[in-house]
């Protein structure tokens, strides 16, 4: 019976061992990192946000996008944040079924962050002015954030 217990105890303990090491070998979790979408240019008229994602990416899952602007005033025009369906939507800036996620105060001070949870393409633009901020102000991106557990790879 003693030696029953002795090679239980020894299992147990094996199998202590075992986990232990998974744990140690395995790659730690990776953090999900912020982003000021447009870096010091911010959220704003004529800049390039399709080099700002090449420059910048690739992006994970949980990574955080923070668009930041300043409210309109007699010298800033004002600028949102809208979610475009597809890519037919985004190539055209038709906002006809586009989804606002930030209005025009909304960038102020800290900015509004969005949280990249889905693992699918996110189709950013500024809906202001009818959609030329879209079109003629290049205030258009696409993000396709990869799974967080290949950010180490």
């Not at 949102?80 to 079924?97: E, F, H, I, T």
């Not at 189709?123 to 557990?149: D, L, N």
């Amino acid at each position: 019976m003693a030696g029953m217990a002795r090679s239980s105890a020894a299992v147990v303990a094996a199998a202590a061992v075992v986990a232990l090491l998974a744990l140690a070998l395995a790659p730690a979790a990776s953090t999900a990192e912020r982003f000021v979408v447009g870096d010091a240019a911010r959220w704003t008229w004529g800049y390039n946000y399709t080099d700002w994602v090449i420059k910048k990416g690739p992006f994970f899952q949980n990574d955080t996008l923070v668009f930041m602007y300043d409210p309109p005033n007699a010298t800033v025009h004002a600028h949102s944040v809208y979610m475009m369906r597809n890519l037919a939507d985004y190539q055209s800036c038709n906002l006809k079924a586009a989804k606002l996620v930030a209005g025009i105060t909304q960038g102020a001070g800290s900015g509004f962050e969005f949280v990249l949870t889905k693992r699918k393409k996110h189709y950013f633009v500024c809906g202001e002015r009818g959609g030329i901020h879209c079109t003629m102000g290049q205030m258009k991106f696409i993000v396709k954030p990869k799974s967080s557990a290949c950010r180490d790879d």
